[in-house]
């Protein structure tokens, strides 16, 4: 077949031959120039090919045979009549004969443009003057090396051939994300090579992860659909991505509480939570009495609703071998108080075994490092923070030059470009059950974590003014106790809450915030028996999370 110009080419071209394949030959846009074509960036050099799939039409362009101006018609165009052939012509005659119109009336635009470019016709519609009709078609093609269909309009002026005989066995290769290999579990294993790398910043403080750029060869063994858990190190700015695979020896650390608020919404259905009173407090008439330091709490449920809700606790005496003895009590959420958590033992979790027993966040401290990590650097961390556990899907890959050497890249973060190559696939190598997160990384993940539902505290009592009774009335002369100034109120302690669940999102500090100096090494205690004993100021020392 002789070049022809892809606009001659596809005007004559019969649309159910497609699809057909076109090599570029030459024309204005000669030895490859990049065009913005329909919002997408093409490249056409001599010698491409092009795999047609469909042809729409765009627009029509009518020129008046005498004048020469020229309207634009849309494909939805109806006319009164169609586009009839005319029997004659009024004004100025075309160059060439005009048909008679008989047996062509009441054609639509579609069959009119099916009786050739170069044959005027008549539409009552546009006047009464001769038009030639001139379309333009939107080229649907397939082009090597892109990922979406390029739109192309028929006016290029390029000169195509059709190959479609000799070029049929051609291969159009789609470059595919990440993501998508991941969704194709039946292509892997499988070789790739990188088209383009990861966008946005670091996710990972690793090795590998600035070889992910264009140009390296992969091998993908599989997918991976291990949970992880998000953690950090408190006081340390280190944050880290733990998979279900960690083998390390984990052991609980006590929690600390500040107020009734923070206890109850660390209560688990169906689970109690036992707490030691680190810091006495004032009761509230005869219904709440006092809490005084030591007292060992059960903290069983939440009871009641709306501003009558109320923490359930059971009271035990001090004597452990009479502890179904004791009292009920039914605390307001907005009373305040400190308590720490009752450690028992010092017993050694494993990952998923301490995630079933204890909600999240919890603290904890690696006392055995994993055997299978050369080095395990959340055993040289005096605490950690288990804060989130997520569900992230993962491709496991290696580069083809490092076979042994495996990672795991999570495309929901990292995703890039990337051209499936044949080739073997070695078996799939271990990989690293620990990975560090860069801290931009991480508190940008802080923010899309979904909020948690628990309701807002209660507002707390309303402040009574110097010079004032509660109830608004002058104070009366009758001697005051020591204490504070309201009673039933409990002095405010001097230590920071901790973040409840629902602060991982949106209420944490900035990175600036924490003390990168700071360690609380100093004060590594597993249980409270000593804690209670202290001030309070010491406390602070001893429970710094």
């Known amino acids: 077949m002789e070049p022809l110009s892809l606009q001659e080419y596809i005007c004559s071209l019969d649309p159910t031959t497609l699809p057909r394949i076109l090599r570029i030959c030459s024309g204005v846009y000669f030895q490859g120039s990049v065009y913005e074509i329909s919002g997408n960036e093409c490249c056409l050099s001599t010698g491409d090919l092009l795999k047609v799939t469909a042809v729409a039409l765009q627009k029509v362009i009518c020129e008046d045979v005498g004048t020469g101006q020229t309207t634009e ?127 946005g910043p670091a996710v990972f403080q690793s090795s590998w992860v600035p070889r992910l750029r264009q140009g390296q060869r992969l091998q993908l063994h599989g997918c991976s659909g291990a949970w992880r858990v998000l953690a950090s190190a408190p006081g340390r700015r280190r944050h880290f991505l733990l998979a279900s695979t960690y083998r390390g020896q984990l052991r609980m650390r006590p929690r600390q509480f500040t107020g009734v608020q923070e206890l109850a919404a660390a209560v688990c ?25 030591g007292d060992r709490l059960e903290a069983m449920g939440l009871q009641g ?78 605490a950690l923070r288990l804060e989130v556990r997520l569900h992230l899907p993962v491709l496991v890959g290696s580069f083809c030059e490092e076979p042994e050497q495996g990672f795991e890249v999570p495309p929901r973060w990292m995703d890039c470009s990337v051209l499936l190559r044949q080739g073997p696939v070695r078996p799939a190598p271990h990989c690293a059950p620990v990975q560090e997160l860069t801290e931009d990384f ?52 001097p230590v920071l809450p901790q973040r409840s669940a629902s602060s991982l999102c949106g209420q944490r500090g900035c ?18 028996d000593d804690a209670i004993q202290k001030p309070v100021h010491k406390m602070q020392a001893i429970f710094p999370f």
């Open 442 to 493: 991480y508190y940008r993940l802080l923010a899309q974590l979904p909020r948690s539902e628990a309701p807002p505290p209660p507002r707390p009592p309303k402040p009574v003014q110097a010079g004032m009774a509660p109830r608004g009335n002058p104070p009366s002369s009758a001697p005051q106790s020591p204490g504070p100034a309201l009673m039933g109120a409990c002095a405010a302690p």
């Open 73 to 199: 018609l849309p494909p939805t165009f109806k006319g009164e009549r169609g586009c009839p052939a005319p029997s004659r012509t009024p004004g100025p005659a075309p160059s060439g004969p005009v048909p008679e119109g008989g047996r062509d009336r009441g054609l639509t635009l579609q069959q009119a443009l099916g009786k050739g470019q170069s044959q005027p016709v008549l539409c009552r519609d546009l006047g009464p003057r001769a038009l030639i009709l001139r379309p333009v078609y939107e080229v649907h093609a397939a082009m090597d090396l892109r990922r979406d269909v390029v739109k192309i309009p028929s006016t290029l002026e390029v000169d195509v051939e059709d190959v479609t005989a000799e070029a049929q066995h051609a291969r159009f290769s789609q470059p595919l994300l990440l993501s998508e290999v991941l969704a194709m579990a039946h292509v892997l294993p499988v070789q790739a090579e990188i088209l383009e790398g990861p966008a």
């Open 511 to 528: 990175p600036g915030d924490a003390d990168p100096g700071s360690d609380s090494s100093e004060h590594d205690y597993e249980t409270i």
């Open 269 to 293: 259905p169906g689970r109690a939570l036992r707490v030691v009173v680190t810091q006495d407090c004032e009761g509230r008439g005869l219904h709440v009495p006092p809490l005084s330091v």
């Open 305 to 382: 609703h709306g501003p009558g809700t109320r923490l359930r606790c059971h009271r035990h005496s001090g004597d452990e071998e009479e502890e179904e003895e004791g009292e009920e009590l039914l605390l307001p959420l907005d009373l305040g108080g400190s308590f720490v958590e009752e450690a028992r033992g010092s017993r050694r979790y494993g990952l998923e075994e301490l995630l079933e027993r204890r909600a999240l966040p919890c603290d904890v401290r690696v006392v055995a490092p994993d055997p299978a990590l050369a080095g395990d650097a959340l055993g040289t961390l005096p």
